[in-house]
Nanobody, 113 residues
Framework: VQLVESGGGLVQPGGSLRLSCVASGFAFSQYKMSWYRQAPGKERELVATITRAGGITNYADSAKGRFTISRSDAKSTVYLQMTNLKPEDTAVYYC???????WGQGTQVTVSS
């Protein structure tokens, strides 16, 4: 199993980023997918989930109205569109096939002026 996140970077408050995670080594379309994040000194927290075929999405309260999770089963890729970013969104973001033991290396998002 391989999960490769990308799209992170340094952005000013109010800015946007689109994270991508390309998955391989498992039946991607059969899995609920999720994005987690971990800020320095804090526990990893769930940000968003998307069911198989993208039918249902759910978000942490901190992400509602600003983040959008989506997926392309044809590309075995899950996305996280983030808008109106805030300094408290600074973290390493990970994609994760829900309730499995698989994690990518993460992509760093830093929101700072």
């Amino acid at each position: 199993v391989q999960l490769v996140e990308s799209g992170g970077g340094l952005v000013q408050p109010g800015g946007s980023l689109r994270l991508s995670c390309v998955a391989s080594g498992f039946a991607f379309s059969q899995y609920k997918m999720s994005w987690y994040r971990q800020a320095p000194g804090k526990e990893r927290e769930l940000v968003a989930t998307i069911t198989r075929a993208g039918g249902i999405t759910n978000y942490a309260d901190s992400a509602k109205g600003r983040f959008t999770i989506s997926r392309s089963d044809a590309k075995s890729t899950v996305y996280l569109q983030m808008t109106n970013l805030k300094p408290e969104d600074t973290a390493v973001y990970y994609c994760h096939p829900f309730l499995t033991g698989y994690w990518g290396q993460g992509t760093q998002v830093t929101v700072s002026s």
